[in-house]
């Protein structure tokens, strides 16, 4: 599962789970119900920022027609649990009361007023939490009903930084990626690795579904593909001259981590709580408050991407 954040800034997270996922998952924001092309046509007409949102996915139009991303498992896209998750922080009584105040009141009220909305903070890179934590959250619970694995940048935020504290760490191993490239030349580079990376992609799954210990397995698989994925990625670096962006290579290294179903409303809400402190005078921070949630005790597995040599 990659974020529209991540897909449209390009972020390392999206690159890696790009080449590694046989498919990637994400949310798709479109009028709702619907992604014909004449309802989204006409959305971008109307709305100055959705139409830039629309433009800056074009990267990658070739990786959407190929089903190498897509905005649905099955009939079921995450659009439910981010209005889910909206819903409860907003109830009165909600289970995470210092998130509550941030929140966007009838962000979903008005499918133009959602569209615009969400298409300016992604575009933002998340800069309101009132939209980020719901549909980042939603996106979390999406992966858990489904057994997916969820793409995380390394965290540098406090709320990310309380986040991985509460990981639980099932493997780790680097690999040669694509840093930087268009969708044509990633799609080229998919189909010539699919093959060689059923191993890993296996490994991968065994190890995040399996209570045992699996990461030597998800480390020998990986150290296996090195060679031949590098010399697959360098042969297209070199090739990519006739394209747009330029690629460049690079090497990633990439953590599975488990972490529980509502990671970051628990996070968000350790964040948000010590600024309440820190603006009160340093009251205490409060305790997490209990939810009555059916995916309590869930977890998912995020996949943890760094870039070698990047801060």
């Not at 079921?76 to 941030?102: H, I, K, Q, T």
């Not at 793409?151 to 840093?179: C, D, H, Q, W």
């Not at 044509?184 to 998919?190: A, H």
């Not at 990461?215 to 697959?232: F, I, K, W």
């Amino acid at each position: 599962m990659v974020s529209p954040y991540h897909l449209t800034s390009r972020a390392p997270a999206a690159m890696v789970s790009l080449l590694l996922a046989e498919r990637a998952v994400t949310l798709m924001p479109a009028p709702l119900r619907t992604s014909n092309a004449r309802d989204l046509a006409k959305a971008a007409a109307a709305l100055p920022r959705y139409r830039k949102l629309v433009e800056s996915w074009q990267w990658s139009e070739a990786l959407w027609q190929a089903g190498a991303i897509v905005p649905v498992v099955g009939e079921f896209d995450p659009y439910d649990d981010v209005r889910m998750v909206w819903e409860d922080l907003l109830s009165p009584g909600g289970g995470w009361s210092e998130l509550a105040p941030l929140m966007r009141a009838g962000l979903f009220d008005d499918e133009a007023h959602y569209l615009d909305a969400v298409a300016g903070d992604v575009l933002k890179g998340g800069a309101d939490p009132g939209i980020c934590v719901p549909l980042i959250a939603g996106l979390d619970r999406f992966a858990v009903r489904h057994g997916l694995l969820v793409a995380r940048s390394a965290p540098t935020s406090v709320a990310e930084k309380a986040e991985a504290a509460m990981g639980r760490r099932l493997f780790a191993f680097s690999i040669p990626v694509l840093r930087q490239s268009s969708g044509e030349v990633l799609g080229d580079v998919r189909e010539d690795a699919a093959e060689l990376l059923g191993e890993l992609r296996g490994a991968m799954r065994e190890a995040s579904a399996s209570a045992g210990d699996s990461a030597a397995a998800v480390s020998r698989a990986a150290r296996d593909v090195q060679g031949e994925l590098g010399e697959l990625i360098q042969s297209a670096v070199k090739g990519s001259d006739r394209h747009d962006v330029r690629a460049v290579a690079g090497m990633a290294t990439v953590t599975g981590v488990a972490l529980p179903a509502n990671a970051v409303l628990a996070s968000s809400s350790k964040a948000a709580a010590a600024m309440i402190g820190m603006r009160n005078g340093g009251r205490e921070e409060p305790g997490t408050l209990p939810v009555l949630d059916p995916l309590a005790g869930g977890e998912f597995v995020a996949l943890v991407v760094k870039m070698v040599g990047m801060r």
